[in-house]
C-alpha cells in the first residue's frame, strides 16, 4: 500500500506561479513512476508531467515550458512548479505513482487561475 499527500493548490491570477508537492508513503519499490495529472469539470483526467525514478521526464505540450517537474527519490517526493499560470490551467490536480501495473493517487488538490 502506498499513499500519497499533496500540498500546494490555491488561488493564483493569470501569470501567477503555484507549486505542488507530493509525498509518498509506505512499501515503495525503488524503480517508478511519479507525476501528476489535472482533471477540470466536464473534462478526463489528464497528464500534466511525469517523472522516472532515472529522471526521464514527461510533460503535456500545453505545459511544456511554463512547468517543471522534479523529484527527491530518498525522501519519495515529487514537485511540480508552475510558472505563467493560464485560467484553462484550472483543475483538480492529482499526485500519482506507478509502479508497473500498480498505481497509487492522491486526494488531488484544487488549483484555480483567476482572469
Known amino acids: 500500500q502506498v499513499q500519497l499527500v499533496e500540498s500546494g493548490g490555491g488561488l493564483v491570477q493569470a501569470g501567477g506561479s503555484l507549486r505542488l508537492s507530493c509525498a509518498a508513503s509506505?512499501?515503495?519499490?525503488?524503480?517508478?513512476?511519479m507525476g501528476w495529472y489535472r482533471q477540470a469539470p466536464g473534462n478526463q483526467r489528464e497528464l500534466v508531467a511525469t517523472?522516472?525514478?532515472?529522471?526521464?521526464?514527461n510533460y503535456q505540450d500545453s505545459v511544456k515550458g511554463r512547468f517543471t517537474i522534479s523529484r527527491d527519490n530518498a525522501k519519495n517526493t515529487v514537485s511540480l512548479q508552475m510558472n505563467s499560470l493560464k485560467p484553462e490551467d484550472t483543475a483538480v490536480y492529482y499526485c500519482?505513482?506507478?509502479?508497473?501495473?500498480?498505481?497509487?493517487w492522491g486526494q488531488g488538490t484544487q488549483v484555480t487561475v483567476s482572469s
Open positions: 509506505g512499501s515503495i519499490f525503488k524503480i517508478n513512476t
Open positions: 517523472m522516472t525514478t532515472g529522471g526521464s521526464a
Open positions: 500519482l505513482l506507478r509502479i508497473a501495473s500498480y498505481e497509487s
